[in-house]
């Protein structure tokens, strides 16, 4: 086992909030691209469902590469951190945007989705990295 010295994981911890903020960025990006694809009617609003849950994973695995690859040590861990802050900050500016906070299962759900997603992430940056 190797050991990590304080300054390699609070530079780890330190990557972990840019990466999850990115991620928050890139969705914003896919969300005002999808309103353009909505709005010129080349997907059905049906499609909204659907294409939500595929901005949500592509932004959190987009947060845990960023954490993983960024991380000296245990990629899984940073990469599933970054996408839970991801989501929890996608959750808090969505409902400021919509003007009121929901909770539910779907909430859970989408957490637990986006901290896979991050910890899929990370051990594929760990196994790019051997």
């Known amino acids: 086992m190797v050991k990590e010295n304080a300054t390699s994981k609070n530079k ?3 990557r972990v909030l840019p990466a999850g903020l990115a ?3 890139f969705s914003i ?3 005002v691209l ?3 694809v909505l709005q010129k009617k080349w997907l059905p609003f049906t499609a909204m469902t659907y294409i939500n849950l ?3 994973l592509a932004s959190a695995l987009f947060s845990g590469i960023l954490a993983a690859v960024s991380a000296d040590s245990r990629a899984p861990l940073w990469g599933a951190l970054a996408s839970g802050i991801y989501m929890a900050a996608t959750y808090v500016l ?3 945007f919509s003007g009121g906070f929901t909770a539910g299962w ?3 759900t989408d957490l637990l989705m986006c ?3 991050g910890l899929i992430a990370g051990i594929a940056v760990n196994a790019v990295k051997k």
């Open 12 to 14: 780890s911890l330190l």
């Open 23 to 25: 991620g928050c960025v």
């Open 29 to 31: 990006l896919l969300v």
């Open 34 to 36: 999808f309103a353009f």
């Open 54 to 56: 595929g901005i949500k």
């Open 94 to 96: 969505f409902s400021l």
């Open 106 to 108: 779907g909430n859970l």
């Open 115 to 117: 901290l896979l997603a």
